[in-house]
């Protein structure tokens, strides 16, 4: 694998060459230093949006008192930034937790399997990520609390080890997550459902 190296601040030509290999070096040097000034001028422009994200009380202890910020790269700004405010305090944690673990009581799947992805993410910025079968657990947890699919939680547990990952999870329950809704929905237009049977059961027209 090439490994890329940034381009130098090249040096002047060779003098007292033939004029042929004379026009080549001017060339390469010209292309060199082409590449050599869009690379500044990138790292600079990188370097201003970087520090304009943040209030200058984030960025201060990296600040010359001549030349500013113009001598850090973007490695110790971004290195900066991590390692003082990237670990997930105790407070921060606790709040994730509780984001992540708001009941799911009807409706659409997807807030409830959104707000388990945000705190996965959440945990990853903070270096403390979730494992795949911790993910899948907690999107099972949600469903089984809500009492809205009992007997899909009782097939997810039927199912094999080897297929309980957090894609099939999603998969599974957002499949008798929508036919619970549209369930309800048809209910609602007429029908009555038995207190006893399941959502997928055959529902009951209401006595006129």
Request: with cysteine; charged share 20%; hydrophobic share 35%.
């Amino acid at each position: 694998m090439k490994v890329y190296g940034p381009p130098l601040d090249p040096p002047a030509p060779v003098v007292n060459l033939t004029a042929a290999i004379i026009a080549e070096a001017a060339r390469v040097h010209r292309n060199a230093w082409k590449a050599y000034n869009i690379l500044c001028n990138t790292e600079r422009d990188i370097r201003n949006q970087l520090i304009a994200s943040a209030d200058d009380v984030y960025w201060r202890t990296l600040r010359h008192s001549d030349q500013g910020y113009n001598t850090c790269t973007i490695q110790t700004l971004l290195t900066h930034m991590i390692d003082t405010y990237g670990p997930i305090t105790e407070a921060e944690r606790m709040d994730v937790e509780a984001r992540m673990n708001v009941p799911w009581e009807g409706g659409p799947l997807e807030y409830a399997i959104r707000q388990i992805r945000d705190a996965t993410d959440a945990y990853k910025i903070g270096d403390t990520a979730l494992s795949e079968q911790q993910h899948t657990d907690k999107v099972y947890d949600i469903v089984l609390q809500s009492g809205l699919l009992s007997m899909e939680c009782q097939e997810w547990r039927m199912l094999s080890a080897a297929h309980k990952t957090g894609a099939n999870a999603v998969k599974h329950f957002q499949v008798f997550a929508n036919d619970h809704d549209e369930v309800l929905r048809t209910s609602t237009a007429g029908y009555q459902q038995s207190p006893h049977a399941n959502p997928r059961a055959v529902l009951v027209p209401c006595q006129q």
